[in-house]
């Protein structure tokens, strides 16, 4: 029973005991009162209101959670591609430090004026074995500042994100210029 039959009903029955002579509880007081209360606006939503407010509040939902499951598989993502990127650079650097080391072994054994050529050449690649174990550092240093509640942390996290990429950069750069630098010694020994 909705507040507006409620009333109506109220009505007839107080309009009844007024009309058997009843008027101890005041009865055109709580008439006019009633009257008031049928004859204004519903409060009580329809169901069909009802409804389409359960259905708007799905959507919503489920289109935040869709939003948050995108938002966490692009994190994912870039966790995987960064530690891809610092497996493949600490790989092309200590690869290429490990072939240098072998071939100064193998050089001093016929030439051994040539070792500090080809060990000159040994150094940019160490330094981009160090530079991405810094990298890799930086990367869980980075995490553990995001999983931080803090708006400090937060700043901080995203500086130490550029400082990591920065690292990685400068490790790409140190293989380029080992590069450069082996070929140039080859070069002078042929």
Same mark, same amino acid.
């Given at each position: 029973?909705?507040?507006?039959? @409620?009333? =109506?009903?109220?009505?007839?029955?107080?309009? !009844?005991?007024?009309?058997?002579?009843?008027?101890?509880?005041?009865? !055109?007081?709580?008439?006019?009162?009633?009257? *008031?209360?049928?004859?204004?606006?519903?409060?009580?939503?329809?169901?069909? *209101?009802?409804?389409?407010?359960?259905? !708007?509040?799905?959507?919503?939902? *489920?289109?935040?959670?869709?939003?948050?499951?995108?938002?966490?598989?692009?994190?994912?993502?870039?966790? =995987?591609?960064?530690?891809?990127?610092?497996?493949?650079?600490?790989?092309?650097?200590?690869?290429?430090?490990?072939? #240098?080391?072998?071939?100064?072994?193998?050089?001093? *054994?016929?030439?051994?004026?040539?070792?500090?050529?080809?060990?000159?050449?040994?150094?940019?690649? =160490?330094?981009?074995?160090?530079? #991405?174990?810094?990298?890799?550092? @930086?990367?869980?240093? =980075?995490?553990?500042?995001?999983?931080?509640?803090?708006?400090?942390?937060?700043?901080?996290?995203?500086?130490?994100?550029?400082?990591?990429?920065?690292?990685?950069?400068?490790?790409?750069?140190?293989?380029?210029?080992?590069? @450069?630098?082996?070929?140039?010694?080859?070069?002078?020994?042929?």
């Amino acid at each position: 029973m909705s507040v507006k039959q @409620f009333a =109506t009903q109220m009505r007839v029955i107080i309009e !009844d005991l007024k009309s058997k002579g009843t008027a101890a509880i005041y009865c !055109d007081n709580l008439i006019a009162y009633l009257n *008031e209360v049928q004859n204004s606006p519903e409060q009580e939503p329809s169901p069909v *209101e009802i409804e389409r407010y359960k259905a !708007d509040l799905q959507n919503w939902v *489920e289109a935040h959670k869709h939003q948050h499951e995108q938002q966490l598989e692009m994190f994912r993502s870039v966790i =995987t591609s960064g530690q891809s990127a610092i497996k493949s650079s600490f790989l092309l650097n200590g690869g290429a430090a490990v072939a #240098i080391l072998a071939f100064i072994g193998h050089i001093a *054994e016929f030439n051994a004026s040539m070792v500090p050529v080809f060990a000159s050449c040994l150094l940019p690649f =160490t330094y981009g074995v160090l530079a #991405i174990v810094i990298t890799s550092g @930086f990367t869980y240093l =980075t995490q553990w500042l995001y999983a931080c509640q803090s708006s400090g942390c937060g700043r901080a996290a995203f500086t130490l994100n550029l400082i990591c990429i920065a690292f990685g950069l400068v490790s790409y750069a140190m293989f380029i210029w080992g590069l @450069f630098s082996t070929y140039s010694a080859f070069i002078a020994y042929v």
